[in-house]
């Protein structure tokens, strides 16, 4: 009975590689959001989707790319990661913007 | 643009009554949203308050003066779990289209026995 569903948890990669984070909810929601969450807990909104199409990105680098195959389903994809890209990331989905419901979080460490 | 303004932490006893500031500028505002993160969990949302006035949830109030732009949230009878994160975060809207959340970052609430 999951609401928000991410995978994987956690992800250990080398600098340059390229690697995806899949989000799901069930809730029935319209809009889905991915978030960067760095070391000292700052939450910043990188993506927004509603019903798969972009309405907010926030001066995010090109090597982040959201993709959103149904309105359940929020992936996002990262090239060359850099070390700067450390942080946990985490999937929200709404149908209220002032109340988004959190994924676990996936916890990206590049070494 | 968003600021958001909160203190870094903060420490109380169990059964006090804590409160924890949250002073904001932005352009445009639509309200004002609580939200409570424990150590490796995910933030969940606590109350939101869209005019001014206390709206009160069980042991939690959070309150809202939009002409001075700040709002608390209120914790009573403090228990050990609410040990936690707590983040306020502003609904304005943003440059591309519609609007968005901008957090604050965030409060460390400390329960001691």
């Known amino acids: 009975d999951t609401a928000v569903s991410q995978t994987p948890k956690y992800l250990v990669t080398q600098m340059g590689n390229d690697k995806s984070i899949k989000c799901e909810q069930n809730?029935?929601?319209?809009?889905m959001y991915w978030y960067k969450q760095d070391s000292k807990k700052f939450l910043k909104i990188m993506f927004s989707?509603?019903?798969?199409?972009?309405?907010i990105n926030e001066t995010v680098p090109n090597r982040f790319s959201p993709k959103s195959p149904d309105k359940a389903h929020l992936n996002l994809h990262i090239n060359s990661l850099e070390l700067g890209d450390s942080a946990v990331y985490f999937c929200?989905?709404?149908?209220?913007?002032?109340?988004?419901?959190f994924g676990p979080g996936t916890r990206l460490t590049v070494l | 643009g968003q600021s958001l303004e909160q203190p870094s932490e903060v420490t109380a006893v169990e059964g006090a009554i804590v409160q924890i500031n949250c002073t904001y500028q932005?352009?445009?505002?639509?309200?004002l949203s609580w939200y409570q993160q424990h150590d490796g969990g995910a933030p969940t949302f606590l109350s939101y308050?869209?005019?001014?006035g206390l709206e009160e949830t069980g042991r939690f109030s959070s309150f809202l003066s939009r002409s001075d732009s700040y709002g608390y949230l209120l914790l009573q009878e403090l228990q050990m779990k609410d040990s936690a994160s707590y983040f306020c975060?502003?609904?304005?809207?943003?440059?591309?289209?519609?609007?968005?959340?901008?957090f604050g970052g965030g409060t460390r609430l400390m329960v001691k026995p």
């Open positions: 809730l029935g929601h319209d809009t």
């Open positions: 308050n869209a005019l001014d």
């Open positions: 932005t352009s445009g505002f639509y309200g």
């Open positions: 989707y509603n019903n798969k199409e972009l309405i």
């Open positions: 929200a989905s709404s149908l209220l913007l002032n109340e988004q419901f």
């Open positions: 975060a502003v609904r304005a809207p943003n440059n591309n289209a519609g609007n968005m959340l901008t």
